[in-house]
């Protein structure tokens, strides 16, 4: 559902305060258990904000009348109410309203609580929420990236802190997030304990439908809601805007649309594509993500932050063709890595941008060799091919590369995550095989909460220099769980005023592992 809202109509009723308020002191209810007061069951969220737009989001626990307002101050006070939306079990009990005509550049606090369809007196409990909307003037800018929410078993373990990383990056009170992939683990079910590489004992919070590998909506569904009963994720949705994107586990590991299960016996249906298409419905259900009606379902899109950056979210996954050999010296349908009319529009946003800085928002890295055969490191995953002259899915890249640099388009940054460690690289074309593009840095970050691995083999087509990873040594293995330590987010800063870009790689400990400042070219 879309609310519109005139400027002179929001700011006559809330007022113009609210963008020093203090996100400190937001009121977090008691949650009413009463049997005829609906309950808002998974917190609320915002995302896909602009200068003058956002979605929210909440779920009930029982049909209800969705009621939301907003304002520009902590207080509400003269708050706007919205026209309400109905929840059904249709939907998941999930309720989503598009907010359109908003301030610029302005803290917007929203209020939603749930009445009960039989007896509309009968209301839960409010929750608050808070995001701020794009810029249209210069400003310092702050935003944090990272992926990799439930991996490989490691669930909410309550005793252990549960999902640490977000509450580490929410006290950075960044501007905004941009999830880059794996929000669920849909093929990792979760069990009641895992053996950790220590002998000691990892205890997840189980749920009904998260105990085996996801098939059906509803089990697409709860993967969704599993993350969201984790009182970190609550409460850093619930303060910070994001803008999600995805890439395999949303659906299963490596996948690619056509591809058939055959061999895998934990799937009583093989048609991946259909597994697919009820993922990307969960996704868009249960994420405050826009709807494109000019391609229903789409996940790539722009994001335009002020003069000084826009955002560019890429999909590496909806489009490609079979993870294969990947060596054929042309292009053809099969090394389609982001397709054709992906390509296109990405260089058409890129072309029109008036923003300095250009963050593409990426699944994979580009670099780095991910085979989906790992065993025999026969067929690949990502677009990295190993070393040599550019083929198979790498030509797409040699294409957009060669294009970024005969355009003129400056300041391209790329951002990541997919690999379950972090790390820096610097593409040189004095280093590469292929030489036709502008050096260009990629950072890498995650897991958010999952399993850490690495390092990565890197491919030399491209020329990488890897400027920093941190990743488990030899001696501590792979898969390492949450408590380890090793769970990495990105930070940014663009300077209002210069508008240096300052990178920094961290940990959940809050720990800076490295840090680098680009300085923008405005040739």
């Keep these: 559902m879309s609310i519109r809202l005139t400027r002179r109509t929001f700011l006559k009723s809330t007022g113009t305060a609210g963008a020093a308020s203090v996100l400190g002191g937001f009121f977090m209810p008691s949650i009413s258990r009463a049997a005829d007061r609906p309950v808002i069951t998974h917190g609320v969220q915002s995302g896909d904000v602009t200068a003058n737009s956002a979605r929210i989001w909440a779920r009930a626990d029982r049909p209800s009348r969705m009621i939301a307002e907003i304002a520009t101050t902590e207080g509400f006070s003269k708050s706007v109410k919205l026209p309400y939306v109905d929840v059904l079990t249709e939907g998941d009990l999930a309720g989503k309203l598009a907010l359109t005509d908003l301030p610029a550049g302005q803290d917007i606090f929203y209020k939603i609580h749930f009445e009960n369809l039989d007896n509309i007196r009968a209301t839960s409990e409010p929750v608050i929420g808070h995001f701020r909307t794009n810029p249209m003037k210069r400003r310092n800018i702050r935003f944090a990236w990272s992926g990799d929410t439930a991996g490989q078993g490691w669930g909410i373990d309550e005793d252990r802190g549960g999902m640490k990383t977000y509450a580490t990056i929410t006290a950075h009170q960044p501007d905004f997030f941009i999830h880059s992939g794996d929000t669920i683990y849909a093929d990792g079910p979760f069990m009641a304990e895992q053996k950790m590489p220590d002998g ?57 649309p056509g591809e058939m299960l055959t061999t895998d016996d934990r799937y009583t249906e093989k048609s991946v594509s259909l597994l697919a298409a009820r993922a990307n419905r969960a996704f868009r259900e249960m994420l405050p993500v826009r709807e494109q009606p000019q391609e229903p379902g789409r996940v790539y899109r722009t994001i335009s932050y002020g003069p000084s950056l826009e955002i560019f979210v890429l999909d590496m996954r909806s489009y490609r063709g079979p993870n294969d050999s990947n060596n054929s010296p042309v292009e053809t349908d099969k090394t389609a890595f982001m397709g054709k009319q992906q390509i296109e529009w990405l260089k058409r946003a890129l072309l029109n941008s008036k923003a300095t800085w250009k963050v593409i928002a990426a699944d994979m890295p ?56 972090t790390a820096a690289h610097y593409y040189d074309p004095a280093k590469a095989q292929f030489t036709d593009f502008d050096p260009f840095w990629e950072f890498v970050s995650g897991p958010l909460h999952a399993g850490t691995f690495g390092p990565n083999d890197m491919d030399n087509t491209f020329g990488p220099e890897v400027k920093f990873a941190k990743y488990p040594g030899k001696e501590q293995g792979i898969n390492l769980p949450p408590s380890a330590g090793m769970q990495f987010f990105g930070l ?23 840090t680098v400042t680009l300085d923008p070219v405005y040739s």
């Design 492 to 514: 940014i800063d663009i300077d209002g005023e210069s508008e240096q870009l300052r990178v920094s790689l961290r940990d959940v400990a809050d720990t800076e592992l490295y």
């Design 200 to 256: 000691q004992i990892w205890k997840n919070l189980t749920t009904e439908g998260t105990g085996k590998v996801a098939e059906t909506l509803d089990e697409f569904r709860a993967n969704y809601k599993y993350n969201m009963l984790d009182k970190n994720v609550r409460e850093f949705n619930r303060m910070i805007p994001v803008y999600y994107q995805w890439d395999d586990h949303e659906v299963l590991n490596n996948w690619y």
């Design 366 to 421: 580009i670099g780095m060799i991910i085979y989906d055969d790992w065993k025999n490191k026969s067929t690949f995953e990502n677009l990295a091919n190993g070393d040599g002259a550019p083929a198979g899915r790498e030509l797409e890249i040699v294409d957009l590369l060669r294009f970024i640099k005969s355009a003129k388009i400056r300041n391209t940054v790329w951002l990541t995550a997919d690999v379950h460690y």
